[in-house]
């Protein structure tokens, strides 16, 4: 394939399709959006306060208290979903929790839970991507990860390098400095810059505002990365502030307000998620880690012909594709073998049903068989008695002769006695 | 030798002294409070404190704003980072502090690396043995033949636990660092960096901390059974209300309303360490110094150190000529009182015995 050169035309009149991104704009509209937020640090950071406030919504509220309200024994992945509504737009907003991380006191392996959920969403969005129907993929894959940092004012823990240095390959992290009111702006900027300087020294990778090509933009993106970590706090409580309603924390000293850039940076950090990058970050965990994750699986499955996927939350760095076979010719040997196994398949259970069929048939003519038998055994029998009774009748019959024959010769008898003495009178007589 | 003198004092009420006129019941026996105190002066004291808490909860800070002056390790060995040890380190510093003629050898002995690692399985060991080190070495000196006049106390007399400010409940950290220590050392738990929390937030924590610490059995300082008598009862039962202190520690100095304060300003507003409506800095400052220091001490000698004592001679039976009464030992000057111990010189036949609870 040649890449030939593109010439650049002018176009001479108005032709129309400028209006492209009002019709994608339309259709990205009317199908809605999604986004997957994760939280992470430990119980106590406010990270149930910070979400509230972000979103405008009681994502935890009273009835439904968050996961801080008691410690967890192990560590839990937690997934509420809220939709919201604004300007005719739809936002499928899912927030996962991870409630128990670096509250016990042998944190080691508490990641494993969460990359483990994060795989596991990269799996499902994999499989559903493989499948042949493909009509509705629901992206539950998780954008962005909000690790939040204890406000110590010395350096990161080390639980946050660890957490941190196995994640930033799977997902985009973004640092955040929790509570950040305990400190003062002096104490905030050098904790900012130790952060800063021990994730440069670890070559952690957070999430990096993308360049573009307008100044303007650039200049907005120089000023958040000057910031980083944001240092944010959290507040739903409405306190009245010079005849200003805002939303802050009442000290006996002060207020603290949540939405004052001299206070803290939640404005900046709710900007950046939600109304500059937020299609950006889905971008980076579709087009960065999706595909580190997706490649690494392929390769993992086809390089020994078996699934040897064991290696999860591991340290790799991504797999360059052109090593093992082209992904067309890996997706024809898969099909291949499938079709394979479906053949292999098929012809057990043809020998299977034949097998079957024949023990039916055979079960038949035994109970068949059985039948005639039992058939032949009864007229037998009653064969037999019927001969018995014949043979009853028969000597029956000959008693009866007996006894006739018996009695006929007693009648003589008497007959004969009785003549006997008849003539014994007459004699006598004589 | 005037003292000597006026201990010698003869008991007729008819010799009372001129100084109080013509109070002719006046004995003098109160005088004794101005010859102790005259011997403490000249003694001085000594306090030694521990504080245990995760890096960054302001303990340090703490240490320096409870003594006015750079008392806490930092101020010894300046380093530029602060870099969390792989294992826990003890680290002891001491300094002669004088305030009014009363001078005090101050210890402060700090923990850093506790809570600092992924695991921290076991991480209060290290404490445990140090503090059980302390009272051997205190006990090797009592028994020992030839001992000091005074012998140097180094127990540690109170321990200051540091509660990160979550606004929810105990760590299983926390728990079972204070059941095990409460039973080996005086317990005074804060909550760490209190202004993260506003008013109402640092009530249901206190109140679930209280419930807590009650469900676990934990007896911090005050303890309940070591109230001498109803006095001292309500005195503590205030305190307990107040378990544990909100605290803020701060040593810069600040400008509010013309006067300098310790505090810390943020945009919205400056916190003052030691405004009560801010936090109670000042509670806590006064229980540790002005009111229960002595108190604090005593418990340690004779209660902490005395349950170590008989668990420890228990241990090497059978070589004693009678196990002594158990007195207490007060004011922390254990020269004053009479040797109750007839033990000899048995100090060889210790050897390392485990330390573990």
């Known amino acids: 394939m040649d890449l030939q050169k593109v010439a650049q035309k002018n176009l001479e009149g108005y032709v129309g399709f400028a209006s492209l991104p009002n019709q994608v704009y339309r259709k990205s509209v009317k199908r809605g959006f999604e986004f997957t937020l994760m939280v992470v640090g430990e119980s106590g950071l406010g990270k149930s306060t910070l979400i509230n406030s972000l979103f405008l919504t009681d994502l935890y509220s009273a009835e439904y208290p968050g996961p801080s309200h008691r410690i967890k024994k192990t560590v839990q992945v937690e997934q509420s979903k809220v939709l919201v509504k604004e300007g005719g737009v739809q936002l499928l907003l899912t927030i996962v929790d991870t409630p128990g991380f670096g509250d016990a006191v042998d944190n080691s392996n508490c990641w494993q839970p969460i990359i483990d959920h994060i795989d596991s969403k990269f799996e499902d969005y994999l499989n559903s991507e493989s499948r042949v129907n493909r009509r509705q993929m629901p992206d539950s894959r998780i954008h962005c990860c909000l690790y939040f940092i204890a406000p110590s004012g010395h350096g990161l823990k080390p639980l946050d390098i660890e957490f941190m240095k196995r994640l930033h390959e799977k997902v985009n992290v973004i640092p955040l400095i929790a509570k950040a009111d305990t400190l003062t702006p002096e104490e905030c900027q050098q904790f900012k810059k130790q952060i800063m300087r021990e994730i440069l020294e670890h070559k952690i990778k957070i999430y990096e505002f993308p360049e573009t090509d307008d100044e303007e933009e650039n200049r907005l993106v120089k000023k958040i990365k000057d910031k980083l970590p944001l240092a944010v706090v959290g507040s739903n409580t409405i306190i009245e502030v010079n005849s200003k309603r805002v939303r802050g924390r009442q000290y006996p000293w002060g207020v603290a307000e949540v939405e004052n850039g001299d206070h803290c940076d939640f404005t900046i950090l709710r900007d950046m998620l939600i109304r500059t990058h937020m299609q950006d970050l889905k971008d980076v965990t579709n087009n960065v880690h999706y595909e580190n994750y997706r490649s690494r699986k392929l390769a993992a499955v086809t390089y020994n012909g078996v699934d040897n996927n064991r290696a999860k939350g591991q340290l790799c760095t991504k797999v360059d594709t052109v090593d093992g076979m082209s992904p067309l010719a890996q997706m024809e040997e898969e099909r291949r073998e499938h079709v394979s196994k479906m053949k292999k398949m098929e012809m057990e259970m043809e020998q299977v049903f034949e097998m079957k069929v024949k023990e039916k048939v055979q079960k038949l003519k035994d109970s068949e068989a059985e039948l005639q038998r039992r058939h032949e055994q009864m007229k037998r029998n009653l064969e037999a008695q019927h001969k018995e009774l014949e043979e009853k009748r028969r000597v029956f019959e000959e008693e009866r002769a007996n006894w006739e024959a018996h009695q006929r010769q007693e009648q003589q008898k008497l007959e004969a006695s009785r003549t006997l003495e008849k003539n014994k009178k007459k004699g006598k007589i004589f | 030798m005037s003292e000597s003198a006026k201990v010698h004092h003869p008991g007729p009420p008819v010799k009372a002294e001129k100084t109080h006129g013509s109070d002719f019941s006046y004995v003098g026996i109160d005088a004794i409070l101005e010859q102790m105190r005259r011997k403490a002066m000249k003694q001085g004291f000594e306090f030694n404190i521990m504080i245990v808490g995760q890096s960054g909860l302001g303990k340090s800070t703490l240490m320096n704003t409870l003594f006015k002056s750079k008392v806490s390790r930092k101020s010894v060995q300046p380093s530029p980072e602060e870099r969390i040890p792989k294992t826990i380190e003890i680290k002891s510093v001491s300094h002669d502090v004088e305030e009014k003629g009363v001078r005090m050898k101050l210890t402060v002995i700090d923990t850093p690396g506790f809570g600092d690692q992924i695991n921290n399985e076991n991480c209060w060991q290290p404490i445990m043995k140090f503090i059980n080190d302390q009272y051997e070495a205190y006990l090797q000196e009592e028994i020992n033949i030839n001992r000091k006049k005074r012998i140097p106390d180094s127990r540690v007399h109170c321990c200051i636990y540091f509660i990160p400010p979550t606004g929810h409940c105990l760590r299983p950290l926390d728990v079972e660092f204070m059941r095990r220590l409460s039973k080996v050392v005086?317990?005074?738990?804060?909550?760490?960096?209190?202004?993260?929390?506003?008013?109402?937030?640092?009530?249901?924590?206190?109140?679930?901390?209280?419930?807590?610490?009650?469900?676990?059995?934990?007896?911090?300082?005050?303890?309940?059974?070591?109230?001498?008598?109803?006095?001292?009862?309500?005195?503590?039962?205030?305190?307990?209300?107040?378990?544990?202190?909100?605290?803020?520690?701060?040593?810069?100095?600040?400008?509010?309303?013309?006067?300098?304060?310790?505090?810390?300003?943020?945009?919205?507003?400056?916190?003052?360490?030691?405004?009560?409506?801010?936090?109670?800095?000042?509670?806590?400052?006064?229980?540790?110094?002005?009111?229960?220091?002595?108190?604090?001490?005593?418990?340690?000698?004779?209660?902490?150190?005395?349950?170590?004592?008989?668990?420890?001679?228990?241990?090497?039976?059978?070589?004693?000529?009678?196990?002594?009464?158990?007195?207490?030992?007060?004011?922390?000057?254990?020269?004053?009182?009479?040797?109750?111990?007839?033990?000899?010189?048995?100090?060889?036949?210790?050897?390392?015995?485990?330390?573990e609870m």
């Not at chain 2, 993260?196 to 059995?217: C, H, P, S, V, Y």
């Not at chain 2, 916190?271 to 009560?276: G, L, Q, T, W």
């Not at chain 2, 111990?341 to 060889?348: F, P, T």
Request: negative net charge; contains cysteine.
């Open chain 2, 186 to 355: 005086n317990i005074v738990p804060v909550i760490a960096k209190a202004d993260t929390l506003t008013l109402e937030e640092r009530d249901d924590f206190k109140q679930t901390i209280r419930e807590e610490l009650r469900a676990n059995g934990i007896d911090v300082y005050p303890q309940k059974e070591f109230d001498e008598d109803a006095e001292d009862r309500i005195i503590n039962d205030k305190i307990r209300e107040m378990i544990p202190f909100a605290v803020v520690g701060s040593d810069q100095e600040y400008q509010v309303n013309g006067k300098r304060i310790l505090g810390r300003k943020t945009k919205w507003g400056t916190i003052e360490v030691e405004n009560i409506a801010h936090c109670e800095f000042a509670y806590l400052r006064d229980l540790l110094i002005r009111t229960h220091m002595q108190n604090i001490k005593d418990i340690t000698g004779s209660i902490h150190y005395e349950t170590y004592r008989v668990r420890r001679l228990n241990e090497s039976n059978g070589h004693f000529t009678s196990l002594p009464a158990v007195e207490p030992k007060t004011n922390g000057l254990p020269a004053e009182q009479p040797a109750a111990l007839q033990a000899n010189g048995v100090a060889a036949q210790h050897g390392a015995l485990s330390h």
